[in-house]
């Protein structure tokens, strides 16, 4: 059974930055796409980052290319989530998530939904304070 635990999460001035965590216990790790979606208060879950099994893939939501980077730690059997150069709009409850072949193109762009991820985290908050 796959479990996901995240960490990492915390309250920041704009400009700061944070690591989040994803511990990935059930060892579904080398079949499954990892993934960070973010949810604020009042609206709709949303995809920030996926990285493939392996790594050879990452994809990135327009809103925080540049300043995240998501990552794995294959022994560890954990993905990663480096957040730079935070913005009061990242405020947010982020969880982890696995799934598998979550890439869709839609409406002219690459894109993940909630939906094509079968295990979630519990979340973790991140707050961004101007």
């Known amino acids: 059974q796959v479990q996901l635990v995240e960490s990492g999460g915390g309250s920041v001035q704009t400009g700061g930055s944070l690591r989040l965590s994803c511990a990935d216990s059930?060892?579904?790790?080398?079949?499954?796409?990892l993934a960070w979606f973010r949810q604020a208060p009042g609206k709709e879950r949303e995809g920030v980052a996926t990285?493939?099994?392996?790594?050879?893939?990452?994809w990135y939501a327009d809103s925080v290319k540049g300043r995240f980077t998501i990552s794995q730690d294959n022994a560890k059997n954990t993905v990663f989530l480096q957040m730079d150069s935070l913005e009061p709009e990242d405020t947010g409850m982020y969880y982890c998530a696995a799934g598998v072949d979550p890439l869709r193109f839609v409406r002219g762009r690459w894109d993940i939904r909630p939906s094509d991820f079968a295990t979630w985290g519990q979340g973790t908050q991140v707050t961004v304070s101007s």
């Open positions: 990285i493939s099994p392996g790594g050879r893939t990452t």
């Open positions: 059930g060892y579904t790790y080398s079949r499954n796409w």
